[in-house]
């Protein structure tokens, strides 16, 4: 075929999707605005709405990127009302510092930088416990960890992050969704949102959120899926066949990446069978819900 990344042969996936997302990192936040045309923070936003996670949820967030999903959930649980749907889209990240810092900080952290301890500190924390990577969790014991194969994502999601004020209830862990560096039954509930189509083997992926959560925890993926409309399906093609490495090109100067995440979509199994794999994995109650006609997909499934 025409599209470069689509003969990669399995063994090479992951390096290609390392560079990806090395290239995109710094670009990221404004490309997904900009070729989902703000779409994307709304998908987000339904998402932790589906979520709902109480106050006291620890959440594991894999692929986690920039943090957008880890910043929706400390929003909602600090106060499930400021996620309002209809609300200017922008709204989230456009608050300024100080009233951010007001709202979300707690008087009695410290500024102290957890995640970059030094290697003695990061050893002897190693030595100690399985609990080693739940710290600090923020006023009501919600905890978000943040955890992503690459590096210069997580960079830029924790600067994001602390630019809005959320110092408290979130840490950031370099790791792969794979093979997750985390005991069993550490976490309530597992999110990964647009990251699992980028992993290599995405059944191995839903095995090891299942060996994390613990029991009555819950798994939630947010991913791009299938149009099943035909006719809708067409547009949705040409547009991200032939506009989204364009758009890649102008405002990155980076076709291929762009390229290579529109493949990835196409590659990723549809609703249904995405749906079996989560059963596969052990997961009860799985259920999926279509936005937009299905351009993305909703998963959720219980360890029961
Ligand atoms: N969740 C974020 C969001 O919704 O904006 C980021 C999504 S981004 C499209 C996909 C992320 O998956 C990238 O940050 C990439 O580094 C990460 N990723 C790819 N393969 C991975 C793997 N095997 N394990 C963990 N993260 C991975």
Known sequence: ????????????KEQKVH???????????????????????????????????????????????TGDIAQRFLKYVRSPTHIDLDSDLSADIE??????????????????????SSSSDEEERR?????????RPDQNGSHVTVSDINQDMLDVGREKLLQLG??????????????LPFSDGEFDAYTIAFGI???THVQQVINEAYRVLKPGGRFMCLEFSEVPNPL???????????????MG???????KSYQYLVESIRRFPNQKDFANMIKAAGFRMVRYENLTFGVVAIHSGFKI
């Open 197 to 199: 189509r980028n992993c």
């Open 127 to 135: 030595k100690n416990s399985s609990s080693r990577y739940i710290q």
């Open 1 to 12: 075929t025409h599209f470069g990344f689509q003969s990669v042969p399995e063994e090479e």
């Open 19 to 65: 560079e990806v997302f090395s290239n995109v990192a710094k670009t990221y936040d404004l490309m997904n605005d900009v070729m989902s045309g703000g779409l994307h923070r709304v998908w987000k936003d339904v998402f932790m709405d589906r979520f709902s996670p109480a106050p006291g949820t620890k959440l594991l967030d894999v692929a986690g990127g």
């Open 166 to 179: 959320y110092n408290a209830g979130i840490s950031w862990f370099q790791g792969n969704a794979e093979s």
């Open 232 to 246: 809708l399906r067409s547009v949705y093609d040409s547009y991200s066949f032939q506009v989204i490495p364009v």
């Open 249 to 255: 090109q102008v405002i990155a100067s980076d076709w």
């Open 95 to 116: 608050l300024p510092r100080d009233i951010t810092a007001q709202v979300y900080m707690d008087p009695a952290e410290d500024t102290t930088d957890w995640s970059s």
